[in-house]
Each structure stands twice: as structure tokens, then as C-alpha cells.
């Protein structure tokens, strides 16, 4: 059963950025995608990218192209999120998630909060 | 990308109900959508892959189909701890891109 577990809370200023770890066990990391998807407070799920480790190439949805950067180190079967030029609208839970197509599995989340 | 829309954005029902939520893509996705189901604080579970297919564990009364641009998804006896929101999700064949739909908020009546 693939675990993923995640760093913790981070506060942030406006027009910094934030790095989210998600770390996987029990299962081969490469073999499956892993994908960033954040819940802002009262709102719904808004996938923001994607990578499949064996591959390396990630892919980020319009909205965040040239925000987001998704990367992964298969040494440590680390996944990681960094969203730059943070706003207030971005406070949010951020939430690692793996499996191809499906989701099938969710790390606990993040919740980043950006505040002067 | 892809945009998904959802119907009702929320809905209130008996326990015994049938329920129903429809999901329509902006363009041709094949099968290639799931369902999830969220309850508050928690992170969402997967309970449709496929369109049609029940995830492992999952209870039967749940189910879905549809394919194309048009999805249902149904609980045929809704429970108390049904209570939650749903998700539909696109995605692309290769683990590319993906979108969800905003969501179905279900209460009891």
C-alpha cells in the first residue's frame, strides 16, 4: 500500500515562494505519477501538475504555467512542489497525490497560508 | 484544458434516496473520468475509476457511467455517511493533464 506523506505547514509572505515535500513508501515511486492538486479554503479541487518520476517531464495546468515548478529525487522517493510569487489567493491545502488516471492515493496535505 | 461542469452544485435527500450527479466534459474524453468523494477535513477518496469501474472497497451502491462528454454518477440508497462532496476528474490517456468539476455537496434531508 503506497503511503504519502508530506511536509508541514508553512506560512508565507506575499510574493515568495513555498517548497511541499511528499514523501512515498510501499510502493515502487517510479512506476506511478505523482500530481499536486490544492483545495483554497471553502473551495474545490484544482489540479496543478503532474509527473511521472521514470519519465521526469512534468506537466502544469495553464494557470499555473510559470508559477509551479513539480520535480522528483528517485534516491529518496521524494516528490516536491515549489509555487513561486505566492499571493493571498493561494492560501490553500496542497495535496501530493499518486496513481495514473486515478488518484488513488492522497498525502495528508499542506496547508500554506500567505500573509503579510 | 478541458473544462468539466457539474449538476446539481449541491442537493439534500432521504436516507433510502436515489441519488444522481451529472458531470459533462467540454470535449470528447472517453472514459476517462473518476469520482471522489470528499468529507469535510479529509482528504478526497477515489470511488469510480474509469467512468464505470468501483474501486476496491468501495460500497456498491455506488456507481457510475456514461462516456463521451456525458457522466453520471448515482448512489442507489443514500446513507448518512454518504453525506459529502463529490468530484468528478478528467484525465488525459497519458498521465498528463487533468481537471475536476466543482463539486456536488449531498446533505440529508
Known amino acids: 500500500q503506497v503511503q504519502l506523506v508530506q511536509s508541514g505547514a508553512e506560512v508565507k509572505k506575499p510574493g515568495s515562494s513555498v517548497k511541499v515535500s511528499c514523501k512515498a513508501s510501499?510502493?515502487?515511486?517510479?512506476?506511478?505519477?505523482i500530481s499536486w492538486v490544492r483545495q483554497a479554503p471553502g473551495q474545490g479541487l484544482e489540479w496543478m501538475g503532474g509527473?511521472?518520476?521514470?519519465?521526469?517531464?512534468?506537466n502544469y495546468a495553464q494557470k499555473f504555467q510559470g508559477r509551479v515548478t513539480i520535480t522528483t529525487d528517485e534516491s529518496t522517493s521524494t516528490a516536491y512542489m515549489e509555487l513561486s510569487s505566492l499571493r493571498s489567493e493561494d492560501t490553500a491545502v496542497y495535496y501530493c497525490v499518486g496513481g495514473v488516471g486515478a488518484f488513488d492515493y492522497w498525502g495528508q496535505g499542506t496547508l500554506v497560508t500567505v500573509s503579510s | 484544458d478541458i473544462q468539466m461542469t457539474q449538476s446539481p452544485s449541491s442537493l439534500s435527500a432521504s436516507v433510502g434516496d436515489r441519488v444522481t450527479i451529472t458531470c459533462q466534459a467540454s470535449q470528447d474524453i472517453s472514459n476517462y473520468l473518476n469520482w471522489y468523494q470528499q468529507k469535510p477535513g479529509k482528504a478526497p477518496k477515489l470511488l469510480i475509476y474509469?467512468?464505470?469501474n468501483l474501486e476496491t472497497g468501495v460500497p456498491s451502491r455506488f456507481s457510475g457511467s456514461g462516456s463521451g462528454t456525458d457522466f453520471t454518477f448515482t448512489i442507489s440508497s443514500l446513507q448518512p455517511e454518504d453525506i459529502a462532496t463529490y468530484y468528478c476528474q478528467q484525465y488525459d490517456n497519458l498521465p498528463g493533464f487533468s481537471t475536476f468539476g466543482p463539486g456536488t455537496k449531498v446533505d440529508i434531508k
Open positions: 474509469d467512468a464505470s
Open positions: 509527473i511521472i518520476p521514470i519519465f521526469g517531464t512534468a
Open positions: 510501499g510502493g515502487t515511486f517510479s512506476s506511478y505519477a
